[in-house]
Structure formats: structure tokens, C-alpha cells
């Protein structure tokens, strides 16, 4: 089974620093998702990664997906308190009209005004 | 309404009760999803349902029973829970859109079991 790991697990950032969260998998990424999750809520789409060396972003924040598609990264410019939440990626594997998705350990990010 | 929504937000049963919870969507999905979120553990997917029919159980104890009446209702239905089942647990829909499955999450499903 595939299996995500990410790093770090929580960050404390002052607002206006920039931050890298990564995502790691154990097997080739045919679909890497990011999503963000206020606590005790549901989540919300961010982006969504398939190719080799694809590069995403919406206002502030920027993922990526290696060459090798085994990594992603999500980077966020200039943070503030509204970004604080948790940071989910999933792996999409198609499956005939819809889609399974192993979701990682998750980043807590705290932003300090 | 729109997006997915849940009922109840928050539920608080004692181990020999039954209880459902209920997911609707507004989004004419043709997939909906039951996610399980405790503490400290990733996001775990329990059932899939495609098309009305259910496509995946990931292993899932039979004192969870999920229901799909029709493509904008899902429930779960549950009996004879245990301590270790309280968590989050969380509603999706998807509809491939150019090979992408964005899921639409509702907010979810607090659950404590006493």
C-alpha cells in the first residue's frame, strides 16, 4: 500500500515569513492532491499535481512534483494567520469513476501575528 | 444549500446505542466517500460509493453500515460502537473532471463514544 509521510510535522511561523512543507511517497504519484483543513472542519482543496516536474500556484501558495514523482512540496510566500491550519496531500489512484486517496500524517502550521 | 453538508455536527452516543449520521451533497457528484479522522492517525478512507453502489470497503468493522439511497444521500449507520471509534468522521463527493477527482469535503461528524 502506498504510504505518505510529511515533514514537518507542525511549524510556527512569524507572519510575513515564507515556509516549505514536504510529502513524500513510498511509490510513484499518479495524482498528488493538497488540501488544507481548519481544525475539527473539513477540507479544502488547494491543488492538484500529475505530471513529472508540474508546478502550481494560487495567490500565495506554490506546490510542486519532482521529476521523479515520488515528492511534492507546498510553499507559501509571506504567510499570515489565515493560512494557518493543517496541510493534507493525497495520493489519487483512479479506479473507474472515482478516485481512492491515501492521505499523509499532516503539517500543523500555526502563523504568529 | 449548497456544497456537502452533515448531520449531526456533533453526536455523543453510549456504546450500546444506534445511531446514524447523515452526508448530502448539492453538487450532482456521482461518488461519495466516509473518512474516519482520529487523533494522531492520517485521514483513513472506510467506504466509496459509485454510482449508487458501493465500490470499496477498506476493511471496515461491521458495526459501521453505510447506506446510499441515491446519488445526493449517504449515511452510516452505527451500532454497538466502541470507545476507539470516536473521531471525526467526514463526507465527500467527486466527479471526475479531466482525470481529476477533486473531493468535496462536508465539515463533519464529531463523534464521542462513552
Known amino acids: 500500500s502506498q504510504e505518505l509521510e510529511q515533514s514537518p510535522q507542525s511549524l510556527i511561523v512569524q507572519e510575513g515569513k515564507n515556509l516549505t512543507i514536504n510529502c513524500t511517497s513510498s511509490?510513484?504519484?499518479?495524482?498528488l492532491y493538497w488540501y488544507k483543513q481548519k481544525y475539527g472542519e473539513g477540507l479544502i482543496f488547494l491543488m492538484m499535481?500529475?505530471?513529472?516536474?508540474e508546478e502550481k500556484s494560487h495567490e500565495k501558495i506554490t506546490a510542486k512534483l519532482d521529476e521523479k514523482k515520488q515528492q511534492s512540496s507546498l510553499h507559501i510566500t509571506a504567510s499570515q494567520p489565515s493560512h494557518a491550519g493543517i496541510y493534507l496531500c493525497g495520493a489519487g489512484l483512479s479506479s473507474g469513476g472515482y478516485q481512492k486517496v491515501t492521505f499523509g500524517t499532516g503539517t500543523k502550521l500555526q502563523v504568529i501575528p | 444549500e449548497t456544497g456537502v453538508t452533515q448531520t449531526p455536527r456533533h453526536l455523543v452516543m453510549g456504546m450500546t446505542n444506534k445511531k446514524s449520521l447523515k452526508c448530502e451533497q448539492h453538487l450532482g457528484h456521482n461518488a461519495m466517500y466516509w473518512y474516519k479522522q482520529s487523533a494522531k492517525k492520517p485521514l483513513e478512507l472506510m467506504f466509496v460509493?459509485?454510482?449508487?453502489?458501493?465500490?470499496e470497503n477498506n476493511s471496515v468493522p461491521s458495526r459501521f453500515s453505510p447506506e446510499c439511497p441515491n446519488s445526493s444521500h449517504l449515511f452510516l449507520h452505527l451500532h454497538t460502537l466502541q470507545p476507539e471509534d470516536s473521531a471525526l468522521y467526514l463526507c465527500?463527493?467527486?466527479?471526475?473532471?479531466?482525470?481529476?477527482?477533486?473531493?468535496?469535503f462536508g465539515p463533519g461528524t464529531r463523534l464521542t463514544v462513552t
Open positions: 511509490k510513484t504519484l499518479y495524482g
Open positions: 499535481l500529475q505530471k513529472g516536474g
Open positions: 465527500a463527493s467527486s466527479q471526475e473532471i479531466s482525470e481529476t477527482y477533486e473531493q468535496y
Open positions: 460509493y459509485s454510482l449508487e453502489e458501493r465500490v
